[in-house]
């Protein structure tokens, strides 16, 4: 099991333009959350994905926005990029269970760059 | 507000000698926490959260609900311990909160 894969792995874009980010989950996991690390941060809760649907969000605008697939892999999309939209974006997956929340199993990232 | 704060950035310490990462927290309840670890070309991944009371690689870490703190533990460090340490919170819901994370340097 390769665990939670994200692609790309780096990405160049422009500010204005518009992104989206891939993620697979964990074989067996069915909830996927999305994080933007600053250089310097911890990760930054986005949002989380369960049954195809966006079940909690952080602080973000609704330039971020998600999808979940019936297979359970994720796609993030930012839009209207910005010069501080430049972060690492990571995937989590988890299965979801009654005690709480499960823990979770990052991918490697993908680095967004903004010129 | 909900927050972790970690407030080292950088830690560095001998081999054999104790380690402390501090982490204090901000959360109106019960708060569930947790350490992820990431080693160096590693994905970040889970150390211990504290609701199982498990020790992991030698490493502990206790709530202390007065002063809100949730700090990890080792007796004896080890290089191989060198890493990044992150402090975390279920924010209730389905959020996880980060602090800043701690780097942890094990000195020969």
């Known amino acids: 099991d390769a665990g939670v894969t994200q692609s790309p792995t780096h990405l160049i874009k422009t500010r204005g333009q518009q992104v989206t980010l891939r993620c697979s989950p964990k074989s067996g996991h069915d909830t996927v959350s999305w994080y933007q690390q600053a250089l310097g941060q911890g990760p930054q809760f986005i949002f989380q994905?369960?049954?195809?649907?966006?079940?909690q969000r952080g602080n973000f605008p609704d330039r971020f926005s998600g999808h979940q697939f019936p297979n359970y892999s994720s796609e993030l999309n930012v839009n209207a990029l910005l010069l501080g939209d430049s972060a690492l974006y990571l995937c989590a997956s988890s299965l979801y269970g009654t005690g709480g929340l499960q823990p979770q199993h990052f991918g490697d990232g993908t680095r967004l760059s903004i010129l | 507000a909900q927050r972790v704060t970690q407030p080292e950035k950088l830690l560095s310490v001998f081999k054999g000698a104790p380690v402390e990462l501090k982490c204090n927290y901000s959360?109106?309840?019960?708060?569930?926490l947790f350490w992820y670890v990431q080693y160096s070309r590693q994905r970040l991944q889970l150390l211990l959260r504290h609701i199982s009371r498990e020790s992991i690689k030698g490493f502990t870490a206790d709530l202390n609900k007065g002063e809100t703190s949730f700090h990890l533990k080792k007796p004896f460090a080890q290089e191989e311990d060198s890493a990044m340490y992150y402090c975390a919170l279920d924010g209730g819901g389905f959020k996880t909160i980060f602090g800043a994370g701690t780097r942890l340097f094990v000195k020969a």
């Open positions: 994905y369960y049954e195809e649907e966006e079940r």
């Open positions: 959360y109106s309840g019960s708060p569930e």
